[in-house]
Each structure stands twice: as structure tokens, then as C-alpha cells.
């Protein structure tokens, strides 16, 4: 289902201005008067601005899970897969997990978010492990170490406070050893 255009322009203000600001400082109001429309208009399409959040949040995951899915069915090599899960995640952090959204999810006491956040780190633990399980299968990552190994380099919440600086690098790092494991050639 296409969205019509009022919500279009209401769901790009969210993504700009939730980019730039985080959500928690963004209200209803601004996000109607970047969209050009009416409360009432966002009100038809959302039910409050935690909704919007939450589905801007899973498209981004479904976009993701869709080229990874892809990826892991076709892709001919690791490499080629790092190089897309890089792209993805470095196209994530710009437009939907930037430092404002990022501070805002882990400052968050809205209880209701928690909770989505949790499902949400749920169900990408779940699919990774499938995607891992799937390239070993497929003859595109050894055998011989186990899925929650490999798992364990990729867990972002674990070394995020080393890479608060630089979240793509820790990526780099962690895929980098994945691919090239600890051995300096």
C-alpha cells in the first residue's frame, strides 16, 4: 500500500527532523507544520508520535532484513555480503539511527518503547542467527566455529561505549574480523 501524499510528507518531516533533533524534542506540531498538514491529517494516518517513530523504525528493519535476505540467498562471496551489511548499516546511521535518535532511545522512560526497542533487538538477534546459520550452510563462512561466536563479535550493545565516537567503525572492526580473522596477512 502506497501512502498518499500528506502522509508521505509527514513521515519524510519525522525522518528529517527526528535526524537532526531526536524524537524527543520534536512535538505533533512541528512535525505537521514541516509536513505542511494538519494535527488532524496525523492524526488519520498516526496515533500519536510514538507510532510514527516505531513505524519509521521498523521499515528501516524490514528494508535492512529484505537486502540481507536477498544477500544471503545470492550473494557469491562474504566479502560481497560485508560489504552490503556495511552499506546498510552506514545508510542506517544517517538517515534513522543518528546521535540525536541513538541518545533518545537509551534516555527513553517511556515504557511502551522499551519494550519495542527490546522486541526489536529480539528479533534482529533472531535473524542474525538464522543469517549466520544460512552462509555456514552455504559454504560462505567456516563450519567449524559456531553461530553464537560469531554472534558474540557482532553484538553492538557490548562495545558501543568504545565507538561512541565513530558507530560505523565499530561495524568495520567487527565485520573486518569476521572476514579476516586475527591473523595480521
Not at 521498523?58 to 562471496?77: F, M, V
Not at 560481497?80 to 532511545?105: C, G
Not at 550452510?137 to 558474540?152: C, D, F, K, Y
Request: charged share 25%; aromatic share 10%; proline share 3%.
Amino acid at each position: 500500500m502506497k501512502p498518499n501524499t500528506a502522509q508521505a510528507a509527514i513521515y519524510q518531516a519525522a525522518l528529517s527532523l527526528f535526524a537532526e533533533h531526536g524524537w524527543q524534542k520534536i512535538s505533533v506540531e512541528t512535525l505537521c507544520t514541516a509536513a505542511q498538514t494538519s494535527r488532524v491529517t496525523f492524526y488519520k494516518y498516526y496515533a500519536d508520535k510514538r507510532d510514527l517513530l516505531c513505524q519509521i523504525l521498523t521499515d528501516d528493519k524490514n528494508r535492512i532484513r529484505a537486502a540481507l535476505s536477498d544477500a544471503q540467498e545470492n550473494a557469491e562471496s562474504l566479502a560481497e555480503i560485508i560489504t552490503l551489511l556495511l552499506d546498510l548499516q552506514k545508510q542506517s546511521l544517517q538517515t534513522v539511527y543518528t546521535p540525536p535518535v541513538l541518545r533518545d532511545i537509551q534516555q527513553s522512560k517511556d515504557k511502551i518503547l522499551q519494550d519495542f526497542f527490546a522486541e526489536m533487538y529480539a528479533e534482529k538477534d533472531r535473524f542474525m542467527h538464522d543469517f549466520f546459520t544460512t552462509l555456514q550452510q552455504r559454504g560462505l563462512i567456516r563450519t567449524n566455529l559456531r553461530v553464537p561466536m560469531i554472534e558474540a563479535f557482532v553484538q553492538r550493545e557490548n562495545l558501543q561505549n568504545h565507538y561512541a565516537d565513530a558507530p560505523q567503525k565499530l561495524y568495520e572492526d567487527a565485520l573486518s574480523l569476521l572476514l579476516n580473522g586475527l591473523s595480521k596477512n
